[in-house]
């Protein structure tokens, strides 16, 4: 997930220096970032079988996690309208590092929770880290953008938003063997999380000794409801809101939906690997995607790196399975199918954001659909392709909704990071539908979610409408 600022560097003699080690310990950062976010969908089984939780109440882990989003960056936007930016008085670097220990203390709760045995105990830990990752929301990326020659920024962020990916995609992966296999049973998530926070306290560590450039942030937040003005930005809001709550979702249930004996069968550590393919299709997405977006003009030369993006992106997913579960080459070559489907759709959309928003959206609901009502390896493979369908999502609605807003950018951002709030509302609901409904059935509800997103991408992003 991305936020935007317009940044300065404080003292332009910072951009003589080299970076290289501090931008290294920064995709570090994205890459935890990703990584301890999606163990959300490997938690939300373990606590269900724990506490005999129905799919509602297991859900919400989601809630918890992504309600802190929205408090944290509505508590943000009140106190920066009234009294400036607070990252800004303080430093950039000093945020990042307020983050990471404010996440530590979220991670380490888990310990207490496990020997409390209270679900209450452990949705607090989990509100917790996400108000930590609300600040390094806000913090990293702008942090990440001066590093280095500001023609050059765009390139940076791709490259950190595909560690956060390779988080996403690992995260299943590792999550899944240490809480169903190794540390299985009642104090699984007890040791996994304490090292987690070990981490971030070093990475805290890091960045603190690191010799990062100060830069000052000269972009006001306008003070009252300025942004909210411009209809194709309030319309962005409710597909960001749609956008992250059906990714989130779906990704959520699948464990449970690769275990249905018309599905797969499978036990929670196997389904655990293929959820990791679901996250892996958003770094193919993302890599792919950052390149066609750019401005390569020679079309076969982007094209091939395209090619060399995604297959590098395929075979690090491929590899880190095989590692785990001793996957074969030809169990995953489904997935190259839609890559193949996404590399024709880049080309029909000719780089044109709205375009290649709705054309990735009519196909996810394409896959939606056949997840709901089919069966075996059909539907199998449907859920799985949507992860590689939602990549560009984010970045093309963020794009669409705030152009043309001009001052009110900072403020029409801040907005846009609040919608985050859908991870927290669309998971539970689906809960609720597959407590009543069924599992398959309850993917009716992401549907809705896709259907207003490729709105969005035809029509409700036109300014003035």
């Known amino acids: ?48 079988n724990i506490f005999d939780l129905d799919f509602f109440q297991s859900m919400l882990v989601q809630t918890s996690f992504f309600g802190a989003y929205f408090i944290g960056s509505l508590l943000y936007y009140i106190i920066s309208s009234r009294s400036g930016d607070p990252i800004n008085k303080i430093g950039y670097k000093n945020g990042i590092i307020i983050g990471l220990v404010i996440s530590a203390i979220g991670s380490a709760m888990f310990y207490p929770a496990t020997i409390i045995n209270a679900y209450g105990v452990y949705l607090l830990a989990l509100f917790i ?60 998530v007890k040791i996994p999380y304490l090292v987690l926070a070990g981490l971030l306290i070093l990475l805290a560590v ?20 300025g942004a909210l003005k411009f209809p194709h930005l309030v319309l962005g809001m409710v597909a960001i809101f749609m956008y992250v709550g059906g990714e989130v979702a779906v990704g959520s249930i699948l464990i449970n939906f690769f275990g249905l004996e018309n ?30 977006l750019s401005d390569i003009t020679d079309q076969k030369k982007k094209f091939g790196y395209m090619v060399i993006a995604a297959l590098t992106a395929f075979f690090i997913i491929y590899i880190s399975n095989s590692i785990k579960t001793d996957m074969s080459l030809t169990t995953v070559l ?45 539907a199998f493979w449907a859920v799985i392709g949507i992860g590689l369908f939602n990549s560009i999502m984010w970045s093309n609605i963020f794009t669409l909704a705030i152009d043309g807003l001009g001052k009110y950018t900072s403020q029409g951002s801040s907005l846009l990071v609040m919608a985050i709030l859908g991870g927290a509302i669309i998971p539970p609901l689906q809960g609720k539908f ?31 409408k």
């Open 434 to 464: 597959a407590d009543i409904l069924g599992v398959q059935l309850s993917f009716l509800v992401p549907i809705l979610c896709y259907i207003y997103i490729f709105y969005y991408g035809l029509v409700g992003y036109k300014k003035g």
């Open 1 to 48: 997930m991305e936020s935007q600022n317009n940044t300065q560097l404080a003292n332009d003699s910072h951009q003589g220096n080299n970076y290289t080690s501090a931008l290294i310990t920064l995709t570090s950062l994205f890459f935890m970032w990703g990584f301890m976010t999606v163990m959300n969908d490997v938690l939300i089984p373990h606590l269900k």
């Open 263 to 292: 599905i797969a069968g499978m036990d929670e550590n196997t389904a655990s690997s293929y959820l990791s393919l679901y996250w892996g299709g958003l770094m193919i997405g993302r890599f792919s995607g950052a390149i066609y």
């Open 206 to 225: 890091l960045i603190k000794g690191a010799k990062l450039p100060e830069f000052a942030n000269e972009e006001k937040i306008e003070k009252g409801k």
């Open 334 to 378: 489904p997935l190259l199918v839609f890559v193949a489907i996404a590399f024709i759709l880049f080309l029909i959309g000719k780089s044109i954001p709205s375009k290649t928003l709705y054309y990735f959206a009519s196909v996810v609901i394409v896959l939606l659909l056949v997840t709901t009502f089919g069966d075996g390896k059909i």
């Open 129 to 188: 880290l996400g108000l930590g990752f609300t600040v390094l929301q806000i913090a990293a990326n702008p942090y990440v953008a001066i590093l280095g020659d500001p023609k050059t920024a765009s390139s940076r962020l791709n490259l950190a938003q595909g560690f956060n990916s390779l988080g996403t995609t690992l995260g299943p992966l590792i999550g899944g063997a240490l809480i169903f296999k190794y540390f299985a049973g009642t104090e699984a």
